[in-house]
T-cell receptor, first 113, second 113 residues
Framework: DSGVTQTPKHLITATGQRVTLRCSPRSGDLSVYWYQQSLDQGLQFLIQYYNGEERAKGNILERFSAQQFPDLHSELNLSSLELGDSALYFC????????????FGEGSRLTVL | AQSVTQPDIHITVSEGASLELRCNYSYGATPYLFWYVQSPGQGLQLLLKYFSGDTLVQGIKGFEAEFKRSQSSFNLRKPSVHWSDAAEYFCAVETDSSYKLIFGSGTRLLVRP
């Protein structure tokens, strides 16, 4: 058990819809990372937050947004969903801004039909 | 931009044989280097990391990796593979300036009995 909790574990929705994925980091970790894993794109870095502030952004689509709340949990919002958004979305947390070990959740598997 | 290349998509070895997984990175300065392992249906777990100092680093589960600056490589090795090592292995790189942990495309390890 990594200590990182992601909900929901599985989600099936239709194109055009909006979903929210939730992540609770390990106790005390200030950094939260979001990744998208798909067969054709591999593990893609989306965004990182540190203590509530966005610190790094990767290949995150404009239809996607994220935030980290004062209690340090984070949410990834995916809107206007397309078939190609079907993937496994991982959250990870770390106790450092950079160079720390990332602890990964088990992921949220999103299926867009 | 930083990048990580894992040239081998799949590797098959016999149980008890030695293993080397290749990783090359592209970045001007010395980055933080990591190896993570992902078992089926699970999140990623850190095997080992290199920040500075001794270029041969030891990790969990009997793995080690060697940083070679001249070759921009950080190859993962294990002297004797166990069937439980079958998984997908990811090399990753992060820098002080980018705050992004970027993963390679992964190498899937199959272990023959």
């Amino acid at each position: 058990d990594s200590g990182v909790t992601q909900t929901p574990k599985h989600l099936i929705t239709a194109t055009g819809q909006r979903v929210t994925l939730r992540c609770s980091p390990r106790s005390g970790d200030l950094s939260v990372y979001w990744y998208q894993q798909s067969l054709d794109q591999g593990l893609q870095f989306l965004i990182q937050y540190y203590n509530g502030e966005e610190r790094a952004k990767g290949n995150i689509l404009e239809r996607f947004s994220a935030q980290q709340f004062p209690d340090l949990h984070s949410e990834l919002n995916l809107s206007s969903l397309e078939l190609g958004d079907s993937a496994l979305y991982f959250c990870a947390s770390s106790d450092r801004l950079v160079g720390g070990e990332l602890f990964f959740g088990e992921g949220s598997r999103l299926t867009v039909l | 931009a930083q990048s990580v290349t894992q040239p081998d998509i799949h590797i098959t070895v016999s149980e008890g044989a030695s293993l080397e997984l290749r990783c090359n990175y592209s970045y001007g300065a010395t980055p933080y280097l990591f190896w993570y392992v992902q078992s089926p249906g699970q999140g990623l777990q850190l095997l080992l990391k290199y920040f500075s100092g001794d270029t041969l680093v030891q990790g969990i589960k009997g793995f080690e990796a060697e940083f070679k600056r001249s070759q921009s490589s950080f190859n993962l090795r294990k002297p004797s593979v166990h069937w439980s090592d079958a998984a997908e292995y990811f090399c990753a790189v992060e820098t002080d300036s980018s705050y992004k942990l970027i993963f390679g495309s992964g190498t899937r390890l199959l272990v023959r009995p």
